[in-house]
């Protein structure tokens, strides 16, 4: 199962995957032209900085038992049995917030111009999502857990720990 | 094995599916006295509002039950529960067995116990066909009232004002959402309902509904006269446990559940809106009666019927509404009355936005949060985690607050990163 990674060191905190990933889900899909739109674009993912100043971006971790599914008022949230993600269907949200409640990561974000949750579906419709393409370090990995610890071992600098 | 569930909306729906998942094989019946497949109870008030259509209420896609080889039985009420032999009687006196059995039969509204109540007219706002009959008056209504500032009261409240009806609030103690704000912020957003055209009144309580069959109007316990076509009444409600009244099923506030949300009697399970259990912050018994706590007891009841042996933590406090595009949150223990707690606040001046947090010594214990809602989640896993706050105690209250500031307290929790994050995905922090 392909899984987003996120190799904390080589975090930079440009950001660029925050607006890779508003202009991806904009309707123009262009950054230029989303700029323009109402409501303007937003981002599904946010790069946050820890206390020891570290920073990383952070998004929906997909969880094996999310309190997003059983808060979820309306039905709209529900979990892939084969991919495993957990996606939500925009048309059914209403924009209750109760998903904003319980989420523990503090990823999905209430977009009220919308009324619907923002949360990351890892960019479905694309090869590899679009905060992955634009990371300018390769912070982001976007792949099976095996590769992407081979990956970490190849760096001989590494002080990152692959928690699982 | 016979698996039979009473009730079909949150708690019954989660836990068919968790026992499906489980156990493929088993018959499984689901029993309601209401006439609709499943269908998303807290969304009536968007169906009123004219915001959802019927349709769209759908709680499962329309071959669920087909699906998952359930049979649905619908329109049928259970009188009682006999766990002597296994078997419940319904309202046309026919038997049903099983092997295992949930009583998942939600909640009513409570009513006003005054006079002239049985006029048509009045509403206790819980089910779909509530909703289809206030629409029924709504052309020739033009006044409603809503005793009550609880949450359904206002939800109704605020649908009906978004469908051009005068909609006034009259509520007995001295502000509404008494139970899950303080004052401070219960003033808010009552600020926030009147400046969109809601009225608000306080401190008065009906005393007699008026009118011949149909209600006209309501005499207040201030003698005040006041007209009105429809009538809501938001004043809680209380679980629907008659069913089990001459049975050994052991009741108090609601159905008495243990950690695997078994009842007293094996084989028999209690969920949602119906079951009493523990309350994760005070650790009393209560009924947390949440759509979020329903789907999650229905699952792990649902989970332990066929096996599992799953223990179910507690419930917990916790719910969210938007008004007019004002979000509103409040978790856990806001309604401090008695000494011990700590309470801090950040408010702007001028703008609808309010933020409190709830000490308990080293612990956080309830959250109010206004206008700006995101990372809300955050404190709820503080709460839900017992978490030690005492070094972060001074940036809670900060806009900048989120999940990075406490990952590590939060993931040394046992039992975080299995039900949160084990996809294998988080990888992080050296
Ligand atoms: C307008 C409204 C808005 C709400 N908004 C929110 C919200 O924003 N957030 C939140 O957390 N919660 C909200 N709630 C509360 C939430 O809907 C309930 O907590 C939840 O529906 C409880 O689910 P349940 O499965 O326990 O019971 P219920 O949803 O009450 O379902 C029980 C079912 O069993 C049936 N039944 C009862 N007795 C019998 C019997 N003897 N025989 C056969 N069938 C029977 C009932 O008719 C019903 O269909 C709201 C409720 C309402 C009415």
Known sequence: MKRLFVDVERCLSCRSCEIACAVEHSQSKDLFSSLKEEPGPRSRTKVERDTKLQTFPLQCRHCEEPYCIDACISGAVSKDPETGLVILDEDKCVGCWMCVMVCPFGVIRPAKEKKIALRCDLCQDNEIPACVAACPTKALFFGELKDFKKKLLERKDTKSKVKV | MDYLIIGNCASGVNAVEAIRGKDQKGKITVISDENYPAYCRCLISNYLAGTRKEKDLLLKEKNFYQDNSI???????VESVKPE????????????KYDRLLIATGGSPKFLGVEGEDKYGIFGFRTLNDAKEILKLIPRAKKVLVFGGGLIGLKAGYALKQK????????KSPRILSQVTDNDSAEMVGRWLMENGIKI???????????????EGVLLDNEEKMNCQVIIIGKGVRPNMDLVKDSKIQTHWGIITNQYLQTNVENVYAGGDVAETTDLITGEPTINALWTAAAEQGRIAGLNMAGEGKKYPGSIAANSIDFFGLPIISLGYVRVKEKGYE???RRQPGIYQYKKIVLKGNRLVGVILVGNIENAGVYLALIRRKVDISGIKDILLEDWFDYSKVSELLEQKEGFRETVSLQGDLVKMA
Request: hydrophobic share 40%; glycine share 8%; charged share 35%.
């Open chain 2, 71 to 77: 049979e649905l039985i619908l329109n049928k009420k």
């Open chain 2, 343 to 345: 309470e801090f606040v």
């Open chain 2, 85 to 96: 032999n296994k078997r419940v009687v319904l309202s046309d006196g026919k038997e049903l």
């Open chain 2, 201 to 215: 009144r306080t401190g008065l309580a009906p005393k007699k509904i008026l009118g011949n069959k149909k209600v």
């Open chain 2, 164 to 171: 051009g009806m005068d909609v006034e609030i009259i509520v």
